[in-house]
């Protein structure tokens, strides 16, 4: 079955980076929509950032708000792995961060956690100010 491993968590300072990893195994993932959501204690898990492969060497990407411009996410299909590069990192950043999947996301809302059937188990991010 489909398994998502995400890594790549950790502390670190207001305006430092960090680069999250998650890497799917159990299915064939180019035409899948892989993304990243974010859950601070207390609060919802939230749309952090997606991608879908769009055609050819294209990929669609989304993110929200309150991280574009100081988030990018990125993929290698060769190795069914996304990332997140996270930079100029606040303290308000700091949740458990998730990576999902979506095999059947055409036509679907790609921030909307129910368009994601599978999971990681979620790593840490704390940020110091």
Do not use: H
Request: net charge positive; with cysteine.
């Amino acid at each position: 079955q489909v398994q998502l491993v995400d890594t790549g968590g950790g502390l670190v300072q207001a305006g430092g980076s960090l680069r999250l990893s998650c890497t799917a195994s159990g299915g064939t993932f180019l035409g899948y929509a892989m993304g990243w959501f974010r859950q601070a204690p207390g609060k919802e898990r939230d749309f952090v950032a997606t991608t879908r492969w769009s055609g050819g060497f294209t990929y669609y990407s989304d993110y929200a708000d309150s991280v574009k411009g100081r988030f990018t996410i990125s993929r290698d299909a060769t190795r069914n792995t996304i990332y997140l590069q996270m930079n100029s990192l606040k303290p308000e950043d700091t949740a458990v961060y998730y990576c999902a999947a979506a095999s059947d996301a055409r036509g679907r809302d790609l921030q909307r956690l129910s368009t994601y059937a599978y999971w990681g188990q979620g790593t840490q991010v704390t940020v110091s100010s």
